[in-house]
């Protein structure tokens, strides 16, 4: 049975499994309250819940006009690599280390993916695969930014 916002009356499905309520979970409807806040459902994004889209949207805001581009936001977050290079030789390409719940709760999200059955999923364990799993989580993690 598809669910009605209030504000602008667009259904949205609910997807996945039906588990079972979360202690932590908040006693209202919070996703109906992110879809007014964005403009969006966010939790349809696979691996991203409620509880991963409010810490990013707490964060960050729903005003993402800040960042010109992905590629600033990502590079905020800390979730892109680095590159210092000197003298045309790569010295490092580690992510520089930024304290950010959002980036956390991105992070969590990815790991999170290991069991998914979608096309994120399958983009995570061939990650996985082919280098060690921090690397494969914070990349997980850009994607899903």
């Keep these: 049975?598809?669910?009605?916002?209030r504000q602008t009356d667009i259904p949205?499905?609910?997807?996945?499994?039906?588990?079972?309520?979360?202690?932590?979970a908040p006693k209202f409807d919070l996703r109906?309250?992110?879809?007014?806040?964005?403009?969006?459902?966010?939790?349809?994004?696979?691996g991203i819940d409620v509880t991963t889209a409010l810490a990013v949207v707490s964060e960050v805001g729903a005003d993402m006009s800040r960042f010109p581009t992905v590629k600033h936001f990502t590079s905020w977050l800390g979730l892109c690599p680095g590159t210092k290079i000197?003298?045309?030789?790569i010295m490092s390409g580690k992510t520089k280390r930024v304290v950010n719940r959002a980036a956390q709760a991105l992070r969590l999200a990815a790991a999170a993916l290991r069991s998914s059955k979608s096309a994120l999923g399958a983009y995570f364990r061939r990650l996985r695969s082919r280098m060690d799993k921090p690397r494969?989580?914070?990349a997980a993690a850009h994607k899903l930014a």
């Design 136 to 138: 494969a989580v914070t």
């Design 12 to 24: 949205f499905e609910a997807k996945g499994k039906k588990r079972g309520r979360a202690r932590n």
């Design 86 to 89: 000197t003298g045309g030789k």
């Design 32 to 46: 109906t309250q992110l879809f007014r806040m964005c403009g969006v459902d966010l939790t349809r994004i696979d």
């Design 1 to 5: 049975m598809p669910v009605h916002s």
